[in-house]
């Protein structure tokens, strides 16, 4: 392997030199200030964050909690709002049944009056028409002659 052109040992590339390495005095102290000084700069950091984190999944879970009662809100509105809709068509079918009804109960009536009304003697219901009509006359008089009274009161006030 000495002979390989490709291959060198280490010492023959570099020689036979000593690697010098550089003590600090205090090597240990100053790792030690420069491990407490990030830790300590880091470390403050990271409690900020950690408070950063713990407000932000406070606030995420009340927003869930404001989602899970606008769903329940939601959920009991539509509920409402469907017992009210039954409520309409139930109401609808019983205003029909009462349409039903009274369109019944006034063609019976209709049929009635017109029993009685053939019942009635014509003598009778023209002798009522007329003493109606005098009546109704002698009132549109009296009436007109409470209007000229009125008129000459009133312009002999002025």
Same mark, same amino acid.
């Given at each position: =392997?000495?002979? %390989?052109?490709?291959? &060198?040992?280490? *010492?023959?590339?570099?020689?036979? /030199?000593t690697s010098k390495q550089v003590m600090f005095h205090h090597q240990e102290?100053?790792?030690?200030?420069?491990?407490?000084?990030?830790?300590?700069?880091?470390?403050?950091?990271?409690?900020?964050?950690?408070?950063?984190?713990?407000?932000?999944?406070?606030?995420?879970?009340?927003?869930?909690?404001?989602?899970?009662?606008?769903?329940?809100?939601?959920?009991? =509105?539509?509920? %409402?709002?469907?017992? &009210?809709?039954? *409520?309409?068509?139930?109401?609808? /079918?019983?205003?029909?049944?009462?349409?039903?009804?009274?369109?019944?109960?006034?063609?019976?009536?209709?049929?009635?009056?017109?029993?009685?009304?053939?019942?009635?003697?014509?003598?009778?219901?023209?002798?009522?028409?007329?003493?109606?009509?005098?009546?109704?006359?002698?009132?549109?008089?009296?009436?007109?002659?409470?209007?000229?009274?009125?008129?000459?009161?009133?312009?002999?006030?002025?």
């Open positions: =392997a000495l002979n %390989d052109k490709f291959f &060198r040992c280490k *010492e023959d590339i570099y020689g036979q /030199e102290d100053i790792i030690d200030q420069l491990v407490n000084i990030d830790t300590h700069k880091y470390g403050k950091e990271n409690e900020i964050l950690k408070q950063k984190v713990a407000n932000l999944e406070m606030k995420l879970k009340r927003k869930q909690n404001e989602n899970m009662n606008l769903l329940e809100i939601i959920a009991n =509105a539509s509920d %409402d709002e469907l017992h &009210r809709v039954s *409520e309409i068509y139930d109401l609808k /079918e019983a205003l029909e049944c009462q349409n039903k009804q009274s369109e019944k109960l006034a063609g019976e009536f209709s049929v009635k009056v017109k029993d009685k009304i053939e019942s009635l003697n014509g003598k009778n219901f023209q002798s009522e028409l007329e003493e109606t009509r005098t009546a109704l006359k002698s009132t549109t008089e009296e009436i007109w002659l409470l209007k000229e009274k009125l008129k000459v009161e009133e312009a002999t006030m002025n």
